[in-house]
């Protein structure tokens, strides 16, 4: 049985349990598990690799202790073990100086067993323990491709579109940002943590040749996510991605940490990240936030977090909705610090459904450097592939399409000298960004303006009529306002009056 049919076979069973309500719930359930057999997995190939190594999972506790039999617990008594037993004794684990073991914790603070059937239980751990040996090496890179599935499955969910973006999106972002070896990365809402996985993959491609190599990769990976599904997902990934202790995968909100206590010794050398748009955050948080930067909008303030958090020369790769380029207000201030802050050298504007069907919001691929104010913006234009006038989830993005931009990017280090204007890309002075007030979504001067019948483009044109409206009112308001505080003497006209002779 492939691992695929063990997944859809293990999610039927869930389906007769009263206690298990909706595909998240299924999924949530489904991956607790899946981590107890992946690390009991993983923990057979150290034991054989480190003759010290001790489990931070105390014995009655370990898969191997209670699952792994297809005759052992089963029942009410199975369904007691989990809710009595194994849950506190996984949430309390004395982390003490065990990295291991604070992993472990953390991953299941809020984490929940929904079924209450222990007889259906019995059933599900059997069809794991037949099914699934992560140490078997042609099971390696099926149980990657099942588990990209399964994230797709968490989106497709319906409260959870901002966990998975687009592998082709996330590869060819840390493609160019190209993180080095000892480059510490950081996504700091990092979901599922499908761009550190990019960024684990692209450096062992690139620049891991030795063991050393291998740790130095190791502890070079940072990622935070707030919400404790995606969190579980995001720690389940990186022992998949053989990170033996991803205890650098924190289950916080960054945007709970005050602004200015993030300091130099913890500014990071890159940054890949698609921050949640389109919400906000519950009261209080922008107070973390100097005054000029103070928002509800999650995306906001996650910029204003990046450029504060990379080092000087630091890059990044961002993934942002156009409002934030035609937005004012806060977002013309925080696109004044980026660009003054920042070399904002390239956008790449995507086309309308590289997020279907979760999302109709268009998206821009942001690339900055910090250290260097900008002087100039280049733009791409990614367009469809032949054939294609949207994608799909039968047709989705794929990394191949972006090799245009591949070979048209040239080299920062001569400040991409080689870049040439095309029908697809263009290039934007700052002087003329300034005179726009910051208003960064500047369309193709090569193509002509084509009408638009997406109701996500006609609502965001709606939004900047609506804000030039407002503007014009308050022009308006400031100079009504200034003609009727002048007094009647003020207002008349000074009479001439002859001298006598």
């Not at 595909?23 to 010290?52: P, S, T």
């Not at 989705?396 to 399409?401: G, S």
């Amino acid at each position: 049985m492939s691992i695929s049919t063990t997944i859809k076979s293990i999610q039927d069973i869930m389906r007769k349990d009263v206690g298990v309500d909706g595909d998240a719930q299924r999924i949530g359930q489904l991956v607790w598990m899946l981590f107890l057999k992946i690390y009991d997995d993983r923990e057979r190939e150290w034991e054989l690799v480190y003759d010290d190594y001790v489990s931070p999972i105390p014995n009655d506790l370990r898969w191997r202790s209670w699952a792994a039999n297809s005759e052992g617990l089963t029942g009410e008594g199975l369904k007691s073990f989990i809710d009595n037993t194994l849950f506190p004794g996984l949430q309390q684990l004395d982390a003490g100086s065990d990295a291991r073991a604070a992993v472990i914790r953390s991953v299941f603070e809020d984490a929940y067993n929904y079924m209450k059937s222990g007889h259906l239980l019995r059933q599900v751990v059997n069809r794991i323990q037949e099914g699934i040996d992560f140490n078997a090496s042609q099971q390696r890179h099926a149980f990657g491709d099942m588990y990209e599935q399964i994230l797709k499955d968490l989106q497709s969910a319906g409260n959870a579109g901002e966990f998975y973006t687009p592998r082709a999106v996330t590869e060819f972002m840390v493609n160019r940002v190209d993180p080095k070896l000892a480059e510490s990365v950081m996504d700091p809402a990092c979901g599922t943590g499908g761009f550190l996985t990019c960024a684990i993959e692209h450096k062992r491609e690139h620049y891991v040749q030795t063991p050393t190599d291998e740790q130095a990769l190791q502890y070079s990976i940072h990622g935070w996510e707030k919400k404790p599904l995606p969190h579980l997902l995001a720690t389940t990934n990186m022992i998949l991605h053989g990170i033996e202790v991803p205890s650098q995968i924190r289950h916080d909100n960054t945007l709970n940490r005050p602004y200015r206590d993030w300091g130099p010794s913890e500014r990071v050398d890159v940054i890949v990240a698609n921050p949640p748009f389109g919400g906000t955050e519950e009261d209080g948080i922008e107070n973390n936030f100097p005054a000029e930067f103070r928002t509800r909008e999650t995306a906001d303030l996650f910029m204003a977090l990046f450029i504060r958090l990379l080092k000087p020369g630091g890059r990044a790769a961002v993934v942002l909705p156009d409002g934030f380029l035609f937005g004012e207000g806060m977002k013309t201030r925080l696109k004044e610090k980026l660009l003054s802050e920042c070399n904002l050298h390239t956008i790449v504007r995507l086309p309308n459904g590289v997020f279907n069907p979760y999302t109709g919001i268009k998206t821009n691929l942001l690339f900055f450097t910090k250290g260097q104010p900008t002087e100039q913006v280049w733009y791409y234009q990614h367009p469809y592939p032949e054939g294609y006038k949207n994608y799909s989830k039968t047709k989705p993005m794929r990394f191949a399409e972006f090799a245009t931009e591949i070979d048209w990017w040239g080299d920062e280090a001569d400040g991409f000298a080689s870049r040439q204007e095309t029908e697809q890309a263009w290039r934007v002075g700052i002087d003329e960004i300034k005179a726009r007030n910051y208003n960064l979504d500047i369309k193709n001067p090569w193509q002509e303006e084509q009408v638009s019948h997406d109701p996500d483009e006609l609502l965001a044109q709606y939004a900047r009529q609506q804000a030039e409206i407002q503007e014009l009112r308050d022009q308006l308001k400031t100079v009504l306002g200034d003609a009727l505080s002048r007094t009647p003497q003020d207002q008349a006209e000074p009479q001439q009056t002859e001298e006598p002779a």
